[in-house]
């Protein structure tokens, strides 16, 4: 009898040994895929050349509006980004990281006010960029260089306007 005892006992403890296992396993919720949708890393991007022409496309979360016109053939003028010179952490603390940024002013581009809330603040270095490559008359409160504005989810449906190109050399 006390083998029985003892055989039962074993069997009770192993059941409850397993018991929240089980228990965790039978609460799982129902699979599904933990990566994140193409809806959910994509936004729609309008671009406005200075004739009025628009094309509306497809861009990725955390490309910059340079690269996005890039990909689709959509002319900004020259760009040479070099690694970012400094990240905003807050209102108070950028933090200086020694990266190069952009060496040229070429990609301009102006943003409607309304989506001045979800871009970074323009940096020094960013407007003696504009100002040393563009006329003064050329450039608003609202230009930016293209090569550093990073997509994020809510720039889904940034219209983007690409004025007049910066003439060439012995042309007007």
């Given amino acids: 009898m006390l083998a029985s005892v003892a055989r039962h ?5 192993s ?3 397993h ?6 396993l039978g609460a799982r919720p129902a699979a599904r895929s933990l990566s994140a949708s193409v809806a959910d890393v994509t936004v729609k991007i309008t671009f406005v050349d200075h004739e009025g022409s628009r094309a509306v496309v497809p861009g990725r979360v955390g490309q910059s509006v340079a690269e996005v016109a890039h990909m ?5 003028g020259p760009i040479c980004m070099g690694a970012e010179r400094e990240a905003i952490r807050s209102d108070a603390w950028t933090e200086d990281l020694f990266g190069e ?4 002013g070429y990609d301009h581009v102006q943003i409607p ?3 001045n809330a979800t871009l970074p603040p323009k940096t020094e270095w960013e407007q003696e960029l504009l100002e040393s490559y563009w006329d003064q008359d050329d450039l608003t409160d609202a230009s930016r260089l293209a090569s550093l504005l990073v997509l994020k989810k809510d720039h889904d449906g940034i219209q983007v306007y690409i004025p007049d190109g910066i003439p060439a050399d012995g042309q007007d």
Avoid: Y
């Fill in 15 to 17: 059941a409850l040994r």
């Fill in 19 to 24: 018991a929240p296992r089980r228990a965790a």
């Fill in 9 to 13: 006992a074993t069997r009770r403890h």
């Fill in 113 to 115: 006010p309304a989506w």
């Fill in 101 to 104: 940024g952009p060496t040229l």
């Fill in 72 to 76: 689709h053939g959509i002319d900004i």
